[in-house]
């Protein structure tokens, strides 16, 4: 694993200002409480130095220790622990198995002489359960054999609570609340003081290996484990974390957040509690003393005392960015949140986020990055600036200061690789697709679309035309350069309609219809014009291209008639006449047109249907000459349209037009005219002498009575039928022809009138269905009458019921009575009453039927 650099060692008490020349002096043990710095030697002195921090122009602390005093303690052996309980003012310090308890300025005993003896160790429980601010509690192991005792320690006495026996001999103990942490000859054990149940945690030997025992959090310990491994223990007995690697050698540990501390015989090594990976190595020889106050890590030979100065957590973090070591980066970032200010932080975090991600960035290792970036915040314009050219020319964009890359640009990153290039280019695309509609694009849309509009028509991506036709931002200046730059010429049509220069834009795409300059984008760009124009509200832009969509296509260009919306169509916005007019030049549009106004807007203008008739017909009468196979056909569709007209119509100038037919051999149309005329008689000798269509007689006689009641119906029937009957009787054609409009259509006959026309000659049998049909219809007349009468004789029967209940009651008429209707009163003792009691006029009710609108004081009288 590459090192970082965490921590520096400093000096800060040299040999020669703790013991001069005193070879034999040796360091036992230290303690530092703020900037107090107390040394036990091995000659039972206790030394007190005062730390100064200083910062140096290079960022490195440096510290000078100031001796103040020293004390010693009357006694021929070493100093074996101190620990400071400032809130005391005491020291406590452990000699010849007694701990005596000293002023922390003067190292004077207490004149009470309080002290705890019998002691082999001992440990200050730091999240104390008595609650009691001016008392410390001490845990001792006692000299007693697998005795631990509880102690309250006060400014000058001392006081015995508890007392715990252990299944082995301790060895190290720590303390949290009422959890003690012990080693003991054979295994690590958790257990509780106070409920006296243990935990046992996993094994180690005494005698091989010197035990660690450290409290590093609230209930959670860090113990020196088997097969070298840093092990962290709950007071649940569970470990919530990785163990960490270290020497199988260790003599001690300290903790300074993120990393854990070990020291052996030759060094000292840096491990991340985040994860577990060792950071750095520092040579350290002869060293015995590890131990972390407070945040500082102090580290010991026998002879000397030094300090681990941590380097700052951001300066670590960049370091291992510079390094390319994103995710240690942002493990270190993370785990810092703790001794940083919230908000501090969370500057600091997405600058580091920013960072990583244009690390992932540059090794093309686009998901992460885009994850980095988001997470981070990123101005998304830092990343468009990558890129020659993308960001507009009008853009105040500056790139942070300190930046946040090494790059220059997208050619210096990917060292002019067009693949690389392809790539960064294609992951932008998506990126800036993706927050363009987010709170990323607040404040600078128009920089993203612009962009992102320039890398669509460079790489001839089909999101292009999206983008222009959904709403953007993109700034017209910039982005039409680079569009036509790129020969996009029916995008950058797009792009002058999006900023209302709908002119500019159809010009653009005539230009290409046209073969002025190329562009393939759509190959139906001539209806998409016609298209346009169509819903183009500007009168002005669709008349001045409205010869040109008509010379390419007449039945294609006159749509931009025919389909406008409806909603403008009746608003007039085109007056049909000045169309019209316009399309004089144009016979397959006019027709269109003309069609368009008769039947789909279903104008009743005389000047319209005749004029469309007359064009049906020049159409017809143009196609009759020419006629073979494919003429007849398309002769029967325009007489078809012709004959649909002049039947469905009844506002074209009917003369006019027999005028403009006669001697064409136009017959069906012909009679369809006569028809109109009422001239029936005319009509149907044509269809039966001229045409001999017999079909077509009887369709006349259906759709010229049409809505004109059965009487007109039957009249024309019997007028067929007595043209039929007055031909020859030679003439076997319309004797037949009379027989099949008998027996098809026996209702819409007088039978009896009927009987008295046909020739004696006639047998029952040939008229066998029509005198069926025609009885079936009696019988079924006469039955649907006496339903009829039955029911109106059921109602009148009610309206006697109602009158006799109305007489049955008594009126009182006045002149202080009035007319519900008129409100006047009434003059003489004659009105009506309507049931609901309402007494009106006889004039008002008579008047209240003639006007519907008149005021209903009843349903029924």
């Given amino acids: 694993m590459m090192n970082i650099k965490a921590f520096k060692l400093v000096s800060a008490v040299e040999r020669e200002l703790l013991m001069g020349d005193k070879d034999r002096i040796n360091i036992e043990c230290v303690e530092c409480c703020g900037k107090n710095l107390y040394v036990g030697t091995n000659d039972c002195f206790v030394y007190h130095f005062l730390l100064e921090e200083k910062t140096l122009p290079s960022e490195t602390a440096t510290f000078t220790a100031t001796k103040q005093l020293h004390r010693h303690l009357g006694l021929k052996k070493p100093v074996n622990e101190l620990r400071a309980a400032s809130a005391l003012n005491r020291l406590l310090v452990l000699c010849d198995n007694s701990i005596t308890l000293v002023n922390m300025m003067n190292l004077e005993p207490i004149p009470t002489g309080a002290r705890i003896k019998g002691a082999v160790t001992f440990a200050l429980n730091e999240n104390p359960v ?87 959090g609230r209930q959670e310990f860090l113990l020196a484990g088997p097969g070298g491994l840093g092990m962290f223990a709950t007071v649940a007995g569970i470990s919530q974390r990785a163990p960490v690697h270290w020497s199988e050698n260790v003599i001690g540990a300290a903790i300074c957040f993120p990393y854990v501390l070990a020291l052996d015989d030759e060094f000292i090594t840096v491990h991340s509690m985040l994860d577990q990976q060792q950071k750095q190595t520092l040579p350290f020889k002869e060293g015995h003393i590890l131990q972390d106050f407070e945040g500082r890590v102090i580290v010991a030979t026998s002879k000397g005392v030094y300090i681990l100065v941590p380097l700052p957590l951001e300066k670590q973090i960049q370091d291992l960015l510079a390094s390319h070591r994103v995710e240690e980066a942002l493990v270190l970032a993370k785990g810092a949140r703790r001794n940083i200010p919230k908000e501090k932080f969370q500057v600091m975090y997405r600058r580091i986020l920013q960072q990583a991600g244009f690390i992932q960035f540059a090794q093309l ?189 007449e039945e294609v260009g006159v749509q931009v008639f025919t389909k406008r919306p409806l909603d403008e169509q009746q608003q007039s916005s085109f007056k049909p006449d000045d169309v019209i007019n316009c399309l004089k030049k144009y016979p397959k549009a006019l027709v269109k047109y003309m069609e368009h106004l008769v039947i789909d807007r279903r104008l009743q203008k005389e000047e319209y249907h005749t004029h469309l008739a007359l064009l049906y017909l020049e159409e017809v009468l143009q196609q009759i000459p020419s006629a073979g196979a494919k003429g007849t056909a398309d002769t029967s569709e325009a007489r078809a349209k012709l004959q649909s007209l002049l039947q469905k119509s009844d506002l074209y100038r009917v003369h006019f037009l027999i005028d403009k037919i006669q001697g064409t051999g136009l017959h069906m149309e012909s009679a369809i005219l006569h028809g109109k005329l009422e001239e029936h008689e005319k009509a149907l000798h044509i269809l039966v002498h001229e045409l001999k269509d017999f079909s077509a007689a009887e369709d006349y006689c259906l759709w010229s009575s049409e809505g004109k009641g059965a009487s007109c119906r039957q009249r024309l029937f019997h007028l067929l039928l007595s043209i039929y009957l007055g031909a020859s009787p030679s003439d076997c054609e319309l004797v037949v022809a009379a027989v099949d409009l008998l027996n098809h259509h026996a209702t819409e006959f007088d039978t009896a009138h009927v009987l008295q026309l046909l020739p004696d000659t006639w047998s029952v049998q040939l008229l066998c269905p029509f005198l069926t049909g025609a009885m079936r219809h009696s019988i079924h007349t006469k039955r649907m009458t006496q339903v009829a009468l039955g029911l109106a004789k059921s109602e009148n029967l009610l309206y006697k019921y109602d009158k006799m209940k109305l007489k049955g009651s008594s009126i009182q008429l006045s002149e202080k009575k009035l007319c519900q209707m008129c409100q006047n009163p009434f003059c003489e003792p004659v009105f009506v009453r309507y049931p609901n009691g309402g007494l009106v006029h006889t004039h008002c009710a008579a008047s209240r039927h003639t006007n519907p609108n008149s005021p209903n004081p009843g349903n029924r009288t």
């Fill in 365 to 553: 290792q686009f998901l992460e990055a885009k994850e980095l970036f988001r997470g981070g915040q990123l101005d998304v314009r830092e990343l468009i600036s990558l890129y020659p050219f993308l960001l507009p020319t009008s853009s105040s964009f500056t790139r942070s200061h300190p930046p946040l890359h090494e790059y220059a640009d997208l050619n210096q990153l990917t060292q002019g690789d067009q693949e690389k290039m392809a790539q960064c280019k294609r992951f932008l695309m998506s990126y800036l697709n993706e927050v363009r509609s987010t709170e990323v694009a607040n404040g600078y849309k128009e920089d993203i679309d612009t962009a992102l509009l320039k890398l669509y028509a460079e790489a001839d991506h089909d999101s292009l035309l999206d983008l222009l036709v959904t709403e953007n931002f993109c700034l017209l200046t910039d982005s039409a350069a680079w569009l036509e730059k790129h020969k996009k010429y029916f995008a950058l049509g797009l792009l002058y309609h999006y900023n209302n220069q709908d002119a500019a834009a159809i010009q653009l795409w005539v230009n290409i219809v046209n073969g002025e300059i190329h562009d393939s984008t759509r190959s139906d760009l001539y209806e998409y014009v016609v298209d346009f124009l169509t819903f183009c509200l500007d009168q002005e832009l669709v008349w001045k291209y409205a010869d040109w969509v008509l010379q390419k296509s």
């Fill in 130 to 216: 008595s609650g009691d601010p001016f008392c410390v509690e001490v845990c001792i192991i006692s000299v007693k054999r697998r005795t631990i005792q509880m102690f309250m320690v006060y400014e000058d006495r001392v006081q015995i609570v508890k007392e715990v026996s252990t299944p082995e001999q301790p060895f190290a103990v720590a303390v949290d609340g009422h959890f003690l942490c012990l080693a003991l000859t054979t295994q690590y054990i958790i257990l509780n003081y106070n409920t006296g149940a243990s935990q046992d945690l996993f094994p180690y030997c005494s005698e091989e290996k010197r035990p660690i025992v450290k409290r590093i």
